[in-house]
């Protein structure tokens, strides 16, 4: 089994001023990790994805992510946020088990970032 | 450019109805899954789908059922609509069997049940 744990349930910040979101997953296989963002009345959009190799990716928007595997943690981070990032923002883990996984996905409990003027 | 619909934004339904929620897709992708959205709880897996009439529980599947007659349409039903499946409801669809591929979501249906 494997769970997601989205350790802030709302951060606010002030624009221009960098952020963290954190993801800590507990898993008994290897994962492939996932960030979604969902703007207001939207459904989500993939910001970035961790499969392999360098533990740095790279995602739209300037986001950045690090597979940190030690740590079980995937943690989101923006050096300077914008109004327009104001967002709910989702972790998720899909599991490498086997050929029934389909692409299934566990999702975090979801982190809201509110960046003010 | 991707898409996958619903057929409604928002649903308002009274307790006992039989509810249908609609999903298309147009990108020829073999996975579909419905979620709800709950706050605090994230996004929740009810029912997917990897193959045409083939699907498969996800974690909360009671009071739901699923269909999927052609590839690109995965409908999720509520037999018997109750005030607790109030919600916002997810569909979203990806490729292949591997896990690596993103799931592409719709805007989502808000449903009301009074």
């Known amino acids: 089994a494997q769970s997601v744990t989205q350790l802030d349930s709302q951060v606010p910040v002030f624009e221009e001023a960098p952020v963290e979101l954190r993801c800590n997953y507990s898993?008994?296989?290897?994962?492939?990790l996932f960030w979604y963002v969902q703007y207001p009345n939207q459904g989500l959009q993939l910001l970035l994805k961790?499969?392999?190799?360098?533990?740095l990716v790279k995602g739209i928007n300037g986001f950045e992510a690090e597979f940190n595997k030690s740590q079980t943690s995937f943690h989101l981070r923006k050096p300077s946020v914008h109004i327009s990032d104001t967002a709910e923002y989702f972790c998720?883990?899909?599991?490498?088990?086997?050929?029934?996984?389909?692409?299934?996905?566990?999702f975090g409990q979801g982190t809201i970032l509110t960046v003010h003027p | 450019d991707v898409k996958v619909t619903q057929s409604s934004r928002y649903l308002v339904k009274r307790t006992g109805e039989k509810v249908f929620l609609e999903c298309v897709q147009d990108?020829?992708?073999?996975?579909m899954f419905w979620y709800r959205q709950d706050p605090g709880l994230g996004l929740r897996l009810i029912y997917f789908?990897?193959?045409?009439?083939?699907?498969e529980k996800g974690d909360i599947p009671e009071g739901y059922s699923v269909s999927r007659e052609k590839k690109e349409r995965f409908s999720l039903i509520l037999e018997s609509a109750s005030t607790n499946q109030t919600s916002m409801y997810l569909c979203?669809?990806?490729?292949?069997?591997?896990?690596?591929?993103?799931?592409?979501f719709g805007p989502g249906t808000r449903l009301t049940v009074t």
């Open positions: 979203a669809s990806s490729l292949g069997s591997t896990g690596s591929n993103e799931q592409y």
């Open positions: 898993s008994s296989v290897s994962v492939y």
């Open positions: 961790y499969l392999s190799g360098s533990t």
């Open positions: 998720a883990v899909s599991g490498l088990a086997g050929g029934t996984s389909y692409g299934k996905l566990t």
């Open positions: 990108m020829d992708h073999e996975n």
């Open positions: 789908s990897y193959d045409v009439k083939m699907k």
